[in-house]
């Protein structure tokens, strides 16, 4: 892999608690991905930090975040408008967590808190028919587990974007926005120490949710086939030597 072939636009940090047992969101990437920190380029766009203009060979992620895209911070909208102009160069775009509902956002879509509140858990992932006809996820199982913490979601899908998996919560797990750019609600990042740092932190909401944390907890595993996605996403962008 040529450096820099691969961009991680992060828009957000974890709280230092998390950061201290975890490292930062560029880590959890590479090592999610088999790929060295000198593989990667790390813009931190939540600190106002300039983008490189959208290339065609080069595959960029946008990070989860703890900020919340109905707030229309000023570097959020900066990288909403970036999202636009990649895609009309198809730039190959994949959106996790926060970064799905800001491409959803910027594509025209509509994000606000889910009406049902929060998910978070090892949940089940269910591929919709719209995959069967997806190259990259047709050949995935049917349901697989996934690690999701969030409380926004995307509401109306952008136009011309496909819905490709649910969870019985969120009806928009997987977004393909074209042949270079989809999105995950769920978390292909997260290893189960991820999570269970998340739910120990939120144990308090959590129990005043009338949730187990405990449970939860127990309940998480590895999921090989969320994270697969986002690996069959990289090597199908022929630009990205991985």
């Known amino acids: 892999m040529t450096p820099h072939t691969l961009l ?6 974890p709280p230092q608690d998390i950061r201290d047992q975890l490292g930062d969101l560029p880590s959890w990437f590479g090592n999610a991905l088999d790929v060295a920190p000198d593989g990667m380029l790390v813009v931190r766009a939540f600190e106002g930090a300039l983008l490189p203009e959208p ?10 975040s703890w900020a919340m895209v109905t707030d229309r911070e000023p570097w959020s909208e900066y990288v909403a408008q970036w999202i636009r102009a990649a895609m009309a160069i198809e ?27 929060r998910e978070v858990g090892c949940e089940m992932i269910q591929l919709l028919p719209a995959a069967m006809e997806d190259e990259l996820l ?48 769920y978390h292909p990042e997260f290893t189960p120490k991820h999570l269970e740092a998340m739910i120990r932190r939120r144990a308090a909401v959590l129990v005043a949710e009338q949730r187990d944390p405990e449970q939860m907890i127990k309940a998480l595993r590895e999921t090989p086939d969320a994270r697969a996605v986002l690996g069959s996403f990289l090597r199908d962008c022929t630009c990205f030597a991985y």
């Open 8 to 13: 991680i636009i992060q828009v957000g940090t």
């Open 138 to 185: 047709r050949q995935s199982p049917a349901q697989f587990p996934a690690h999701l913490t969030h409380e926004q979601t995307v509401i109306t899908l952008p136009q011309g974007a496909v819905a490709l998996a649910r969870s019985a919560h969120d009806p928009h797990q997987i977004i393909r926005y074209g042949r270079f750019a989809m999105s995950t609600q």
């Open 55 to 64: 290339r065609k060979d080069c595959v960029a992620i946008i990070t989860g």
């Open 91 to 117: 730039m190959p775009l994949f959106g996790v967590c926060y970064g799905h509902q800001l491409m959803a956002h910027a594509l025209g879509g509509v994000v606000d808190y889910h009406p049902q509140g």
